[in-house]
């Protein structure tokens, strides 16, 4: 059971960074796809970006695209997700997310992190 939890959410003006942080309780992490997803009020729970370990491919949400990086440290069992050009439309509960699978853009992955609080003011 891998548990998963998100840091460095908070309040940001719009066009400013943030970069959040996701660590793993376990090594199994190093060989799951690892993913982001937020959801904002309202709304479903959406994907926004997601880095395969078989090949380290990554992958975004078309809104995101050009603004949103994702990395991570194997080493530390850590995943990032650096977001640049904030828009309040980010505004959002950002989760992590594994899975041992080929599933990517999905909201199926297996574990999760209990999310962290993005605010983009205008």
């Known amino acids: 059971q891998v548990q998963l939890v998100e840091s460095g959410g908070g309040l940001v003006q719009a066009g400013g960074s943030l970069r959040l942080s996701c660590a793993a309780s376990?090594?199994?992490?190093?060989?799951?796809?690892k993913a982001w997803f937020r959801q904002a009020p309202g709304k479903e729970r959406e994907f926004v970006a997601a880095?395969?370990?078989?090949?380290?491919?990554?992958y975004y949400a078309d809104s995101v695209k050009g603004r949103f990086t994702i990395s991570r440290d194997n080493a530390k069992n850590m995943v990032y997700l650096q977001m640049n050009s904030l828009k309040p439309e980010d505004t959002a509960v950002y989760y992590c997310?594994?899975?041992?699978?080929?599933?990517?853009?999905?909201?199926?992955?297996?574990?999760w992190g209990q999310g962290t609080q993005v605010t983009v003011s205008s």
């Open positions: 376990e090594r199994a992490f190093r060989s799951y796809t």
């Open positions: 880095r395969r370990w078989i090949d380290d491919s990554t």
């Open positions: 997310a594994a899975d041992p699978g080929p599933n990517i853009r999905t909201t199926t992955y297996t574990f």
